[in-house]
C-alpha cells in the first residue's frame, strides 16, 4: 500500500503552540506531507514557521495544495468556534472532487455532511472521521493481559503533558535494539500519524476499555512491544474516567509517567487553586496499586517535558525525579531518550523471563 | 404534579431473578404500578409471581392494562435478543395512542422510530428513552466538592451486587432522623424510579465525570444528604473507567462498600478463573486512595447482599466484614439498616463539623 500523502489544513492557527495535531503529523511523518494550507504563512516553508518541517510549502488555495500531490487532506487545526467555515467546507468539497480521501480530527462528522458524503461517494474516495468510535466495540475481558508481547501505557500527571509524544521519540530506538515496536493510538493525532486506532475518550463509556483491548491486541501482533498511547490522568477530575479505562483495558507490564516540570496545577482548575500536582511519587503508587487491581503493573521511567525550561533547569528537573522515585528520567525530545529505552527493554526482559517460567 | 401511574411492560420474563427493573420499580414505587403486563402469568397478582408487590394484577392484553388507569408505559425488561419484538411495538403504539407517555430503558431508543414519534407527537405524548444522555453535557469541574449537602456514593466488589438498592434501603430511615435525603439515580432503573437521572454508563467517556457533578448539583439542592448510585466497581476490568469517572465526579465524602457475600470472582470473568475478589479491606484502601486523589474521602460501611445465604451464614458474612475493616455491616434488604445509617448520620456530622470550622 502506497503510504497516503497529506496535505494539511491548518488556516490562520498555523504555529508552533497552536496546531498540535498539523505539527505532530509533520514532526513524525514529515516524508508524507507536502503542504500546508494557511493563507497567513503562504508563500514560505514549514520550516520558517515552526523551527522544524524543512522545505515543505505553505499555500494559500487548495488548487495550489492539490498541485503538489496530496491524497489526503487532513484536517490538522479545530476551526475558531469549533464549526466549519464555509470556505473550509468548499476547499474540502474541491480535493474530494479531485480524488483526495479526507482524514477528520474535529468533533463535527464530516461523513454526516450529505454534500460531502455524497461527493465522496460519487467519486469513490473516503471520508474518515478519525473521532468516530467503531460501532461494534466489546466490553473489556482482560485479553490484553495475555499478549506475547510486552506492553508500556504511557500515564501522566495531567492533560497534554506528551504522554504521546515521549512514547514516539522511543519507537526508533526501540527498534535500532531489533525490538519490532507498535504505536498504538487512541487519540485523533496518534490516530492521523499510524493511519489506525480509535480516539477512545470519544467511545460510549461503557466500551473504554473494550476499545483499548481491541486496539491493543491489534498492535501486539508481530511485535516484541506495544506503546499504548495514554490519555488524560488518574486524578483529573474530568478526564480520569478514561485513564482507568485505558489502564484496565491495556493490562500494560510496564508504566511510563510523563509530566511537565513547570506545571503546578491539574488542567483547567488552576484558576480555583485547586488540586495541585502532587509529588511523582505519589502517582507512582497511585498508579501502580490501581493499575496493578487488574493486573501487575509498574513504573520503569519518567518522561520529563521541559520545552519551557532553559537547559540546566530541564536537566536538574529530570534529576530532581531521578532522585525522588529512583526511576530513570530524561526529556525524550529534548535529550538522548537511551535512559528510558534502557529501562523498557530490561522490564520487558523480565517480562519474557517470566513468561518462560510460567511456560 | 400527579405522581404516574405505571403500567410494566415484563412479558415473557417476569419472575423474581429475571425482571430486575419491574421488579424494583415495584418494591420501591408499589403505589405507582397499577399493573403488569406478562401473558404468561396473567390472571394472578404480582405477590404471587414474586413474593411482594401484593394485589397489583398481571393482565394479558394492553386494553386491559390501560383500563387500570395507566399514564406511563414502562418497559421493565429487556426482550430476548435485544430487538423490540412486533407486539411489543404494537402495544407501544396502543398506549401512546390512549394518551400514555412511554419510558423506555433498552438500549435501543423508541423515539429514534418514525411511527412511535409520529404518534406520540399528535398525542402530546413523551417516549423518555431513560438510556440516551442530554446532549449538552459539561467535562466535570469539581462544583460537586463544593455543596453543602453530604454527598455519599455507593461503591461495590463487582457489578450488580446491590449498590442501587442499598441505598434505596436507607432513605426511609434517613429521613425518619429528620435528614433531607435525595437519591440521584445512574442507571435506568434508578431512573424509572426517581423519575430522573443519568445513566452514566451511556454518556460518551469524555463526559462521565460531567454528568455525575450535573446530577450530583441537582440533587444536592435543598438536601441534607445525596445518595449518588454506584456503578460498576474499581478493579472490574470491563466498567472501572465508569466507576471512577462516578467517584471523581460526585466528590463523595462518605462511601458505602457493597458485596455479595457469596461471589468469589468478579463478573463475567469466572471461566477464566481470573480475577478472584481481593478482601474488603483491600477494596477499602483502593477506594479511599483513588477517591481522596481529586477530594478527601473516607468508607464509612458495608452493606452485605446476602439473598442466596441462609439467615446464620448472612449474620456471619456480615460479623467477619465487620471483624476485617472495623466498620459496620449489615444487609440493609434483610437486616435493619441502622447500623449503616447510623454511621452515615455519624460521618455527615463530621462533615458538617468542618465545613463549620472552615467557616
Known amino acids: 500500500m502506497t503510504p497516503p500523502r497529506f496535505l494539511i489544513i491548518a488556516d490562520g492557527d498555523f504555529g508552533p503552540m497552536t496546531s498540535k495535531t498539523a505539527n505532530s503529523v509533520i514532526r513524525y511523518r514529515p516524508g508524507q506531507v507536502v503542504g500546508v494550507l494557511d493563507r497567513v504563512n503562504a508563500g514560505g516553508t514549514v520550516q520558517a514557521v515552526l523551527g522544524f518541517g524543512g522545505a515543505i510549502p505553505v499555500v494559500a488555495t487548495m488548487r495550489e495544495g492539490l498541485a503538489l500531490g ?14 466549519l467555515p464555509g470556505e473550509w467546507h468548499a476547499w474540502i ?6 480524488g483526495c480521501d479526507i482524514w477528520n480530527g474535529l468533533h463535527t462528522f464530516l461523513s454526516d455532511d450529505p454534500d460531502l458524503a455524497a461527493r465522496a461517494a460519487r467519486r469513490g474516495r473516503k471520508i474518515l472521521d478519525l473521532r468516530k468510535p467503531p460501532i461494534d466495540l466489546p466490553v473489556a475481558s482482560g485479553l490484553a493481559k495475555d499478549v506475547e508481547a510486552y506492553v508500556c501505557l504511557t500515564v501522566g500527571t495531567d492533560c497534554n503533558v506528551g504522554k504521546m509524544t515521549s512514547q514516539l521519540q522511543l519507537v526508533d530506538g526501540l527498534r535500532a535494539r531489533g525490538l519490532r515496536t507498535n504505536f498504538v493510538a487512541t487519540g485523533q493525532t496518534g490516530i492521523m500519524i499510524e493511519g489506525w486506532g480509535i480516539a477512545v475518550d470519544a467511545v460510549v463509556a461503557d466500551f473504554i476499555a473494550g476499545a483499548t483491548e481491541r486496539i491493543t491486541l491489534q498492535g501486539a501482533k508481530d511485535a516484541d512491544i506495544v506503546l499504548v498511547e495514554g490519555q488524560g490522568s488518574i486524578n483529573h477530575p474530568g478526564y480520569s474516567g478514561v485513564t482507568l479505562g485505558l489502564l484496565h483495558g491495556a493490562c500494560p507490564s510496564g508504566l511510563i509517567l510523563c ?51 532553559d537547559e540546566s533547569a530541564a536537566r536538574a528537573a529530570c534529576e530532581a525525579a531521578e532522585l525522588e ?29 517470566r513468561r518462560t517460567e510460567r511456560g
Open 93 to 98: 468539497g474541491e480535493a474530494i472532487d479531485a
Open 70 to 83: 496530496a491524497t489526503v487532506v487532513l484536517i490538522g487545526i479545530a476551526p475558531q468556534g469549533g464549526r
Open 325 to 353: 522515585t529512583g526511576l530513570p528520567c530524561t526529556d525524550p525530545v529534548r535529550f538522548d531518550p537511551a535512559p528510558v529505552i534502557d529501562a523498557l527493554a530490561a522490564d520487558r526482559a523480565r517480562y519474557v523471563a
Open 259 to 309: 509530566h511537565q516540570a513547570s506545571r503546578e496545577y491539574i488542567g483547567d482548575y488552576r484558576q480555583a487553586a485547586w488540586l495541585r500536582i502532587p509529588p511523582l511519587s505519589e502517582y507512582v503508587k497511585l498508579y501502580e496499586h490501581i493499575g496493578s487491581a487488574v493486573h501487575p503493573t509498574n513504573v520503569v521511567a519518567i518522561c520529563m517535558n521541559t520545552y519551557d525550561l
